[in-house]
């Protein structure tokens, strides 16, 4: 979840995990709730709302947790250019 208030974008860039469970129209929704409280500059509230609607649409999806840990815990440093 990106939020530019310069630019008054918000982006919602899914990692491949839930990228196919979550429709276009979904992320869409997620982004119209956020909208009125960014347009009074509460963006705390706004990545609240973004949230909690992006958790609920998650949890009706009914994912299956594979019980393991998916992402490394290790720190990945790489030498920039």
């Known amino acids: 979840?990106?939020?530019?208030l310069f630019e008054r974008k918000i982006i919602l860039l899914p990692d491949k995990g839930i990228g196919g469970?979550?429709?276009h129209a979904e992320m869409q929704?997620?982004?119209?709730?956020?909208?009125?409280?960014?347009?009074s500059r509460q963006v705390y509230h706004a990545l609240e709302n973004g949230l909690d609607v992006l958790g609920k649409l998650l949890m009706d999806?009914?994912?299956k947790e594979s019980?393991?840990?998916e992402?490394?815990?290790m720190i990945i440093e790489e030498k920039g250019e």
């Open 61 to 63: 999806k009914n994912l």
């Open 29 to 39: 929704k997620v982004i119209e709730e956020m909208k009125p409280f960014l347009a």
């Open 71 to 73: 992402l490394p815990d």
């Open 1 to 4: 979840m990106l939020i530019s």
């Open 21 to 23: 469970k979550l429709s």
């Open 67 to 69: 019980g393991r840990n």
